[in-house]
């Protein structure tokens, strides 16, 4: 396996149930990354995790749980969720967090989410 | 939260033609800029990276960047219709520890 690479592609799943999203990156990255793609909008971050401590949240809904036990995989555990959680999720690594070179972002195919 | 802002488009281009495509952003701190190409279905793909004044070129693509002016520039010359796709400009905000901010992205259109 290279790069980033996230399971399941896709995900259908009623508003009681619990799921997890995997992502995984062998570029031997740092820093990794949650993001949310709606249509027409622009994307959102929705968790940092940096040398496995998260440092952001971007208020997330308590729903969304991520999981990061090492710095190459990073989960994100959904519960209760709702229809207008349906969206593309994508999952990013970057070497650092840093201001310059070596904090480009490299993402995942993503994972295509849809509640019922 | 500061702003990164992209025409929607669709901008149309004949095929051998450049393509340019614009980016503005709102945080004088910001110091990484980065352009995405993403096609319909799949995930972003980083197509350049620019951190300082002036222009960056990768083969057929050329990044421009202005600070004072507060924006950030993609040609694509001899464009092709595998060119067709959105592209994404984020730019790293100051305030927000450098967290990226996202334009909503600038659909283009190859034309053969």
């Known amino acids: 396996e290279t790069g980033v690479t996230q399971t399941p592609r896709h995900l259908v799943m009623g508003m009681t149930n619990k799921k997890s999203l995997k992502c995984e990156q062998h570029l031997g990255h740092n820093a990794m990354y949650w993001y949310k793609q709606s249509a027409k909008k622009p994307l959102e971050l929705m968790f940092v995790?940096?040398?496995?401590?998260?440092?952001e949240n971007n208020s997330v809904p308590s729903r969304f749980s991520p999981e990061c036990p090492n710095s190459s995989h990073l989960f994100l555990h959904l519960h209760t969720l709702q229809p207008e959680d349906s969206a593309l999720y994508l999952c990013?690594?970057?070497?650092?967090?840093?201001?310059?070179?070596?904090?480009?972002?490299?993402f995942g195919p993503g994972t295509r989410l849809t509640v019922l | 939260q500061k702003e990164v802002e992209q025409n929607s488009g669709p901008l149309s281009v004949p095929e051998g033609a450049i393509a340019s495509l614009n980016c503005t952003y709102s945080?004088?701190?910001?110091?990484?800029f980065f352009w995405y190409r993403q096609y319909s279905g799949k995930s972003p793909e980083l197509i350049m990276s620019i951190y300082s004044n002036g222009d960056k070129e990768d083969g057929r693509f050329t990044a421009q960047l202005n600070k004072a002016s507060q924006y950030v520039s993609l040609l694509i010359r001899d464009s092709q219709p595998s060119d067709s796709a959105t592209y994404l400009c984020a730019v790293n905000e100051e305030d927000s520890n450098y967290q990226l901010i996202w334009g909503a992205g600038t659909k283009l259109i190859i034309k053969p």
């Open positions: 995790y940096n040398f496995k401590e998260q440092t």
């Open positions: 990013a690594s970057s070497q650092d967090r840093g201001t310059g070179e070596g904090d480009e972002q490299f």
């Open positions: 945080d004088r701190g910001s110091q990484s």
